[in-house]
């Protein structure tokens, strides 16, 4: 399947940096950390299918694995003449980062698995939240998502990130939504991280109720020297509520690839 991916910026011969989105949430998600990065790196931001822009191939496009999608992510980058990248995917797509590092490590120079899990959930979690979104489309998920996404006070501060993140995920199309939460009730990487090689950095939002910053470390136990950092007053978005901080770690992970 193709993945669709834009450049940030046009910045040729330089490393190349692709970020990918959370479950329900645009592609610009990276967006002030990526901008962060674009004097000395190609930046390109992917889309989940249908998150941003219509699915990039209508065929099959509710029908997919995490595999599925960090294939054609790799396909889609070939395309467009990218044959080695540092991959930084948060959540779902962080599993993607991990499904590359485990099934296309060729490709890969660097990764960043932001606030995600080798297991989400279970069959029946999901299945009611497909339910949920089937009843009363992702805006019906506005509010529990809130407490999860984002810190305790972040979203009563004088900044506007959250609320447009909240208000994209209500516009989100329920099908491409609900087709990703069937790929994440399939997978399940818990036998299989010890086999990645690629350099790791694992970030977590200190106050993420879900993947927690002990989860998190779990994970880093198991992927041979990779490195696990912690976002303060943060939760599941990080990248959103403290971009200069997932900047700063991310360039010194880099630095050191």
Same mark, same amino acid.
């Given at each position: ?5 834009? =450049? ?7 490393? +190349?940096?692709? !970020? ?31 998150? /941003?822009? =219509? ?8 029908? !997919? $694995? +995490? ?27 962080? #599993?993607?980062?991990? /499904? ?15 606030? /995600?899990?080798?297991? !989400?959930? $279970? #069959? ?8 949920? +979104? ?21 979203? /009563? ?27 994440? $009730? ?15 950095? !694992? ?5 993420? =109720? ?12 198991? +992927? ?9 007053? #943060? ?23």
């Amino acid at each position: 399947m193709c993945i669709r991916i834009q =450049p940030l910026n046009d910045n040729p011969g330089s490393p +190349v940096i692709v !970020f990918g989105n959370a479950l329900g949430t645009r592609m610009s998600l990276w967006s002030a950390v990526a901008g962060r990065l674009a004097d000395d790196y190609q930046i390109y931001l992917s889309d989940l299918p249908g998150h /941003t822009l =219509p699915a990039a191939d209508d065929s099959g496009a509710n029908d !997919f $694995t +995490v595999s599925d999608l960090a294939s054609g992510l790799v396909a889609s980058l070939a395309d467009i003449g990218v044959e080695k990248f540092t991959y930084a995917g948060v959540s779902i797509s962080g #599993a993607i980062g991990l /499904t590359l590092a485990l099934e296309h490590p060729e490709a890969l120079t660097g990764l960043v698995a932001c606030a /995600t899990s080798a297991k !989400f959930g $279970t #069959a029946e979690s999901w299945a009611e939240r497909i339910k949920d +979104v089937e009843e009363d489309g992702t805006r019906g998920l506005l509010d529990d998502t809130a407490d999860r996404w984002f810190a305790a006070g972040f979203l /009563t501060e004088d900044i506007a990130a959250g609320h447009l993140i909240l208000t994209d995920l209500a516009l989100v199309d329920d099908a491409a939504y609900i087709a990703c939460a069937r790929a994440l $009730t399939s997978y399940d990487l818990s036998e299989g991280l010890q086999a990645i090689s690629t350099p790791t950095l !694992f970030l977590a939002g200190a106050q993420d =109720p879900g993947c927690t910053p002990e989860a998190m470390a779990e994970l880093a136990d198991q +992927v041979h020297e990779s490195r696990l950092a912690v976002v303060p007053d #943060a939760a599941h978005l990080p990248m959103a509520e403290h971009p200069e901080i997932v900047f700063d770690h991310i360039h010194d992970f880099l630095g050191a690839l």
